[in-house]
């Protein structure tokens, strides 16, 4: 059974990064990080592939936001940068068996979510 578990959030900063660990996590596994602003849906923000390290990124957050992983550690980090007030959300950490995915149904496991709130 896979867990994964948050850490980091809060009132964040520019280079600030939130992180997630996974356990049980399988070879050939893709991890990231969806967010939930107040009255919004769901959306994905980024994506890491698990070999080969592809990434994959929302247009609200290309070239502002870099999702990284350490494969011996089965961690995955999301730094932000250039944020905006728009960054302000719930952010869940995601892992799914196979190819990273652009949609919150092809994710089996889910963090347990962290509140991110962009500074002002």
């Known amino acids: 059974q896979v867990q994964l578990v948050q850490s980091g959030g809060g009132l964040v900063q520019a280079g600030d990064s939130i992180s997630c660990t996974a356990s049980?996590?399988?070879?050939?596994?893709?991890m990231g990080w969806f967010r939930q602003a107040p009255g919004k849906e769901r959306e994905f923000v980024a994506a890491?592939?698990?070999?080969?390290?592809?990434?994959f990124y929302a247009d609200s957050v290309k070239g502002r936001f870099t999702i990284t992983s350490d494969n011996a550690k089965n961690t995955v980090a999301l730094q932000m940068n250039s944020l905006k007030p728009d960054d302000t959300a719930v952010y869940y950490c995601v892992l799914k068996s196979g190819g990273a995915a652009w949609y919150a149904h092809d994710y089996e496991y889910w963090g347990q979510g962290t509140q991110v709130t962009v500074a002002s």
């Open positions: 049980g996590r399988t070879f050939r596994s893709a």
């Open positions: 890491i592939s698990w070999p080969g390290g592809a990434t």
